[in-house]
């Protein structure tokens, strides 16, 4: 039987161990930034058909860093809303050099 993890102290040292490959963190890192930006444009300029593209953008090079580079499920699907939080705080550690790509 698997442990169900409860906290997000607990989640995120699970979520840096599936993000080992150096690939797949840039993948990361792009897709999260595209996202900021996105959401920033489309805030700016009153856009919302431009909000339907977050998901897609985030996670679709999230997705393939893990399917191609990383090899393991996205912790998305066990794990959506910590993961979300995850994909942020690794972004600005990788941003602020606190973590390595």
Request: hydrophobic content about 50%; aromatic content about 28%; charged content about 15%.
């Amino acid at each position: 039987m698997t442990k169900t993890i409860k906290t997000f102290q607990e989640f995120y040292p699970f979520y840096l161990s599936q993000h080992q490959n150096t690939t797949c963190r840039i993948l990361h890192f792009i897709g999260t930034f595209l996202f900021f930006i996105l959401l920033f444009w489309g805030v700016f300029n009153h856009w919302s058909w431009q909000f339907v593209s977050l998901p897609i953008v985030g996670y679709g090079f999230a997705w393939v860093g893990h399917f191609v580079f990383e090899k393991n499920k996205p912790a998305t699907f066990t794990y959506p809303f910590w993961s979300l939080l995850s994909d942020f705080k690794l972004f600005f550690e990788l941003l602020l050099r606190k973590e390595k790509f």
